[in-house]
């Protein structure tokens, strides 16, 4: 059969009497050899051709009851499908979403045809625009299967039918990664639609009480137009699929009593029969016999495990004899001083780390935290500040316009908390339930006290606090934005002249507190609001008077583009309302130590006292140095920054260069401009050759279809 539609028909007929259909379309012609084509589609305004590839594709398809019987796995189901000639296409998409009872803006993701042929995918764009016309905009994001494995007829139609239904089971919205604008003259009827792209794929939640969500599939050739809808199938449970396990770079475990032995270990190493067999073959071995010194190396190809290789047999020896660390740019790693008893602190970092990209891969990867996670709030989406760090647009953002975004969000300071304290919980999740490692000690960096207390399990109801963020006076109006606090305790005259003047910025600087505060004179509106390390730290204030700070001690001052005024004296005027809006029903006692960063004891896990220990926190400056000491003092020799950046990793090592009887490990799980797959597997190198009892389980097994 040359077309879906056919296929499909056929199928629902087979079912009628028989269990199970099966769908299998291959691609017979051979294709000629052509230039790889961008990760582009043909609504493009720099559209030029697809590549041609062979290959085949199959679906089983059965009815509902069949699967339901033998609790077998369903991945998506049918809803409709309507069809006609293909100049009817608004005519019958407006059919099937009636028949569904659906808007247009209720699809989650369209999955078109994007037909090569001009006159094909004219039709097509003025038939989906008229059809899918909506007062709700940036609802539904485009897709097209296309884009990466381009234009193979039939078997195109099947892949599309494959893409959505996976994208619907694993619970994320696909991209069009090279997409740049629509043709020009179409950009107004683009603009009255639901539609959107996306960049980079992205996780899609579902808000309590939601409708199911729902794909559709825009079918164009040659003859007719159809119209297929596929709905999620919403079990609340974990949809496992092999993310990890199937993920380019691999982990290489080698683990022995001595460096000799481990050296030949590693010399000896070779790929016997395929490369992901290798690193499945070492884990296997690691975890039956768990041995002193661990060696674990990361690539993506032989040839660069090869390389790996070479740097280790030169690298560990060294590491051994001079009782360092080895390490990789790749990441590939080796502690000679490892510590199998060690206690772990979770290290919370502020607000500020947020940006735009940041978890987009996190759901796929570890399927496992997905019910937990949306249990936190009534629309975790929100809470999650997707539409924030995914930016729905019709055309392309550059750097400066996506740095414009990144630069707005920072100022905000309401939505920026909220979603460090939602990522705060998503990441302290994946080590917690699927890596089974809990944090003996914790501390909270700035506002990272508040996302300490929600990601550790402290308040019975921590998704409370997004709606308390959403709508607080004080971190909307009187600390951000318009900075009423800080005018009042200014006493800065109420003129249209100040209310459009810039009367906040927070600075990086060099310097030791006694230098910084030696220099500040009274009459400055300046404020030494973190210490990071013992000769870097943060002022904020008034800008004029904290660049002339810094010309009177001779350094450099670094603009964060922070806008909100804590950790200062104008914070406590807001003091009051931060205890209001802190104190939430706490859950019985956790396993975790936890710091305050006010007071730099352990809290007791009352509801009072938490909501003093953030208050202070947030009115008082941060002591860093003064945290990671008193955790040190605590036997804790493993730190790992649970939340965006990499900032608290670094300035720890710095902290305890010198200062510790023994090793120690600092670990960021989360780098921007890294690839999140890649950062966590960097991560885990060090945790495990350092001795750290870690589960990963799901790097090593597990698989798409099930």
Same mark, same amino acid.
């Given at each position: 059969m040359n077309s879906l539609n056919k296929a499909l028909l056929r199928a629902t007929a087979i079912t009628q009497e028989a269990d199970v259909a099966v769908l299998l379309i291959a691609s017979s012609c051979i294709a000629q050899e052509v230039i790889d084509a961008p990760a582009n589609i043909s609504f493009a305004t720099d559209f030029s051709h697809y590549a041609n590839r062979q290959g085949g594709a199959c679906l089983l398809l059965a009815s509902a009851n069949f699967v339901q019987a033998r609790q077998y796995i369903c991945y998506a189901t049918l809803n409709n499908m309507a069809w006609g000639e293909n100049t009817k296409i608004a005519e019958i998409v407006s059919t099937s979403l009636q028949y569904s009872d659906l808007k247009s803006a209720d699809i989650c993701t369209l999955e078109v045809s994007a037909c090569a042929q001009h006159s094909l995918r004219e039709k097509e764009q003025l038939g989906l625009l008229q059809a899918y016309r909506s007062p709700q905009k940036m609802q539904t994001v485009i897709s097209c299967q296309k884009s990466v494995l381009g234009e193979n007829g039939a078997l195109s139609q099947l892949m599309a039918l494959v893409h959505s239904v996976l994208s619907l089971y694993q619970r994320y919205r696909p991209a069009v990664a090279d997409w740049t604008a629509p043709t020009g003259q179409l950009l107004a009827l683009w603009q009255d639609s639901p539609f959107y792209f996306l960049a980079k794929a992205a996780s899609v939640f579902s808000a309590t009480g939601a409708k199911v969500r729902s794909n559709a599939l825009s079918l164009l050739d040659a003859q007719q137009y159809t119209h297929l809808i596929v709905n999620a199938y919403e079990d609340g449970l974990v949809h496992p699929n092999g993310f990890n396990a199937c993920s380019v770079n691999r982990l290489f475990i080698l683990s022995a009593n001595n460096i000799d032995s481990l050296i030949q270990k590693l010399d000896l190493l070779t790929v016997p029969v395929t490369f992901n067999a290798l690193s499945c073959a070492l884990y296997e071995a690691y975890k039956l016999k768990k041995q002193c010194y661990t060696l674990v190396l990361i690539a993506d190809s032989e040839a660069q495990l090869e390389s790996e290789k070479i740097l280790a047999l030169k690298g560990i020896r060294q590491a051994f004899t001079n009782n360092c660390t080895w390490t990789t740019p790749k990441g590939?790693?080796?502690?000679?001083?490892?510590?199998?008893?060690?206690?772990?602190?979770?290290?919370?970092?502020?607000?500020?780390?947020?940006?735009?990209?940041?978890?987009?891969?996190?759901?796929?990867?570890?399927?496992?935290?997905?019910?937990?996670?949306?249990?936190?709030?009534?629309?975790?989406?929100?809470?999650?500040?997707?539409?924030?760090?995914?930016?729905?647009?019709?055309?392309?953002?550059?750097?400066?316009?996506?740095?414009?975004?990144?630069?707005?969000?920072?100022?905000?300071?309401?939505?920026?908390?909220?979603?460090?304290?939602?990522?705060?919980?998503?990441?302290?999740?994946?080590?917690?339930?699927?890596?089974?490692?809990?944090?003996?000690?914790?501390?909270?960096?700035?506002?990272?006290?508040?996302?300490?207390?929600?990601?550790?399990?402290?308040?019975?109801?921590?998704?409370?606090?997004?709606?308390?963020?959403?709508?607080?006076?004080?971190?909307?109006?009187?600390?951000?934005?318009?900075?009423?606090?800080?005018?009042?305790?200014?006493?800065?005259?109420?003129?249209?002249?100040?209310?459009?003047?810039?009367?906040?910025?927070?600075?990086?600087?060099?310097?030791?507190?006694?230098?910084?505060?030696?220099?500040?004179?009274?009459?400055?509106?300046?404020?030494?609001?973190?210490?990071?390390?013992?000769?870097?730290?943060?002022?904020?204030?008034?800008?004029?008077?904290?660049?002339?700070?810094?010309?009177?001690?001779?350094?450099?001052?670094?603009?964060?583009?922070?806008?909100?005024?804590?950790?200062?004296?104008?914070?406590?005027?807001?003091?009051?309302?931060?205890?209001?809006?802190?104190?939430?029903?706490?859950?019985?006692?956790?396993?975790?130590?936890?710091?305050? =960063?006010?007071?730099?004891?352990?809290?007791?896990?009352?509801?009072?006292?938490?909501?003093?220990?953030?208050?202070?926190?947030?009115?008082?400056?941060?002591?860093?140095?003064?945290?990671?000491?008193?955790?040190?003092?605590?036997?804790?020799?493993?730190?790992?920054?649970?939340?965006?950046?990499?900032?608290? =990793?670094?300035?720890?090592?710095?902290?305890?260069?010198?200062?510790?009887?023994?090793?120690?490990?600092?670990?960021?799980?989360?780098?921007?401009?890294?690839?999140?797959?890649?950062?966590?597997?960097?991560?885990?190198?060090?945790?495990?050759?350092?001795?750290?009892?870690?589960?990963?389980?799901?790097?090593?097994?597990?698989?798409?279809?099930?």
């Open positions: 590939s790693c080796f502690f000679s001083q490892p510590n199998r008893d060690a206690k772990v602190a979770f290290l919370f970092p502020g607000i500020g780390a947020s940006y735009l990209g940041m978890g987009q891969m996190i759901f796929q990867m570890f399927p496992d935290i997905y019910p937990q996670i949306c249990k936190l709030s009534k629309d975790i989406g929100a809470s999650l500040k997707d539409t924030h760090l995914n930016p729905r647009t019709l055309c392309a953002l550059n750097s400066a316009e996506l740095n414009a975004l990144e630069l707005k969000f920072r100022h905000d300071l309401a939505n920026i908390a909220e979603c460090g304290v939602g990522y705060a919980c998503v990441f302290t999740a994946v080590f917690e339930l699927v890596f089974k490692l809990k944090a003996d000690n914790a501390c909270g960096y700035s506002m990272g006290e508040v996302s300490m207390f929600a990601a550790l399990g402290c308040w019975q109801n921590p998704g409370d606090m997004s709606e308390r963020l959403a709508h607080s006076d004080t971190f909307n109006h009187q600390l951000s934005h318009e900075l009423y606090s800080v005018r009042k305790y200014w006493e800065l005259i109420d003129t249209e002249e100040h209310k459009a003047k810039e009367i906040w910025e927070t600075y990086a600087i060099k310097g030791t507190f006694k230098q910084v505060n030696a220099a500040l004179k009274d009459t400055e509106r300046v404020y030494i609001t973190i210490i990071n390390t013992s000769n870097n730290l943060l002022i904020a204030g008034y800008p004029e008077h904290c660049l002339a700070l810094c010309q009177r001690l001779g350094v450099r001052a670094i603009a964060l583009n922070i806008g909100n005024a804590l950790h200062c004296a104008p914070a406590y005027l807001e003091y009051n309302n931060m205890l209001a809006l802190y104190a939430m029903p706490v859950r019985p006692r956790i396993h975790t130590k936890m710091l305050s =960063s006010s007071c730099y004891l352990p809290i007791p896990q009352h509801q009072q006292a938490i909501a003093v220990s953030i208050a202070k926190c947030l009115c008082d400056p941060v002591d860093f140095p003064r945290l990671i000491n008193t955790l040190a003092k605590d036997k804790v020799r493993v730190y790992i920054e649970m939340g965006a950046g990499r900032s608290l =990793s670094g300035w720890t090592d710095k902290i305890l260069k010198g200062q510790l009887d023994s090793a120690h490990v600092s670990v960021p799980i989360n780098v921007k401009g890294m690839d999140q797959s890649l950062s966590l597997l960097r991560a885990l190198a060090k945790l495990l050759s350092f001795g750290v009892e870690i589960n990963i389980e799901c790097f090593f097994s597990g698989s798409l279809i099930k």
